[in-house]
């Protein structure tokens, strides 16, 4: 599923990404994964302290155990792969790179984790309209279950197929499209203004 996360600024949803990621205990109640699940993620902005080439940055990203040659081959074909898949130039250094396609470069990176959950925050700032198109149908195709937060409509309205709100503290789950989430709000609203 590709799961849009609304709710005001302010609401949580940076927080929520947070807590699901490990980084934020939640004030109560506690999140369960089943046992060896792996959450990556794209944040809004390009961290600092970012460098080398392209191939080094999403070499970074690759999980392998032990160092002997079997694991050196996979981990170096895990990169090569998911390289070729984004269209990226392994030898290109990463701090020369347009602000998109550093994006894509650590998108590539949180894939090559092999993620069973990837959260994405903000995924189309800093990007012109080309990289965004890409993005849209990189993500479009892919199988990965997508946690986002972005306030690109367009994007919104092409990339989810599943609508998560977060309003006054409580999550709701609309089950649909954003389209359709957009009709069952404003009847929601309307039904509650009736009762008011």
Known sequence: QR???????????????????GE??????????APGTRVASLQQDVPEGVGGTIHDVVADGVTTVGHDPESAWKREHAVVQILSRMQLPADVEFGTLSAGMKRRVLLARALASSPDLLLLDEPTNHLDVAA????????????LPILFVTHDRMFLRKLSNRILEIDRGRLFDWSCDYDTFLKRKEAALEAEEKQN
């Open 3 to 21: 799961i849009g996360l609304l709710g005001r600024n302010g609401s949580g949803k940076t927080t929520l990404m947070r807590m699901l990621l």
């Open 24 to 33: 934020v205990e939640p004030d109560g109640g506690e999140i369960t994964f």
């Open 132 to 143: 965004i198109t890409w993005l849209e149908d990189f993500l479009g195709r892919s199988t």
